[in-house]
């Protein structure tokens, strides 16, 4: 299961996307209405299967044609694989973890 924080402009995801969980990622568009730039944590993002990547990369490119800047931020291994096979390339900077 995913959980997702709020925290300002960044969200941290935690747990595990697979397709029927992306619905909790897509609060990013809610964060998308209150800041021009979304950081997204996934420090603590254990898996995310293919669909999510391809939603998170099809959102992602939606609200950067709307002039929204996504930062992806602290991808593990296996994250950071799916995203770069989907052409999406994270930032490696550490952020402020949630409390």
Known sequence: MVKVKKQGNILFVKGIVMNHHFEKVKSLEDVARENKTIVIDLGELELID????????????????????????NAQEKVLTRLLKAGIVPHKKRRQRAG
């Open 50 to 73: 293919e669909y999510g990547v391809e939603q998170l990369f099809r959102i992602s490119n939606e609200l950067q044609r709307c002039g929204y800047r996504i930062e992806l931020f």
